[in-house]
């Protein structure tokens, strides 16, 4: 079977996504499916003959999670809620940070890269869910040289996990 690329960078690095309403549903049993890519976010359609892999099934997010040791700052007011990621993707990651934060709670997220690399700013980012030892983030919007560092480093996480970048379909 054909490997699918992002039409917009070129990556093998996609995903396939789930149908959220009835049109994209229908689709899906048409073998037409929404593909997402890891890098650069973008989303399009594509025809992917038979069925999707079981290991995707379930999944509802659209960027695979990587895991991931980074120190990281939630900034909502004076002073930051520091934290260090344990797992990350293009739209959020998990981190580990003893803080009262409701869900819904808009924030900032600077990612302090590893050596070497520039910290990655998120300008917006939400709380979606508080787990006892986590909170789970979800990121909102990136200024452009921002959400390409962190597409750099999502790459080589990606790299170093030795995951084969092969569409889930």
């Known amino acids: 079977m054909k490997e699918l690329y992002c039409p917009a960078c070129g990556t093998p690095c996609v995903r396939v996504t789930s149908g959220t309403n009835l049109m994209e549903k229908t689709l899906n049993r048409l073998s037409i499916f929404h593909v997402r890519c890891q890098l650069c976010t973008a989303r399009f359609q594509a025809r992917r003959p038979g069925k999707r892999q079981t290991s995707q099934e379930f999944d509802r997010r659209e960027y695979r999670r990587l895991q991931a040791n980074f120190a990281a700052s939630l900034i909502l007011d004076q002073p930051a809620v520091g934290g260090v990621i344990t797992d990350i993707s293009m739209g959020g990651c ?6 009262s934060l409701p869900r819904g709670t808009f924030v900032k997220l600077v990612v302090h890269a590893p050596a070497g690399h ?6 917006a980012a ?4 508080i787990q006892p030892l986590s909170i789970g983030v979800k990121f909102l919007e990136f200024e452009p040289d921002d959400k390409q560092r962190m597409g750099q480093l999502v ?3 990606l790299a170093h996990q030795q995951a084969p970048p092969r569409v889930s379909a």
Do not use: G, H, P, Q
């Open 126 to 129: 939400m709380i979606c869910s």
């Open 94 to 99: 998990t981190l580990l940070a003893s803080s």
């Open 155 to 157: 790459l080589e996480l």
């Open 118 to 123: 520039s910290d990655i700013k998120v300008d």
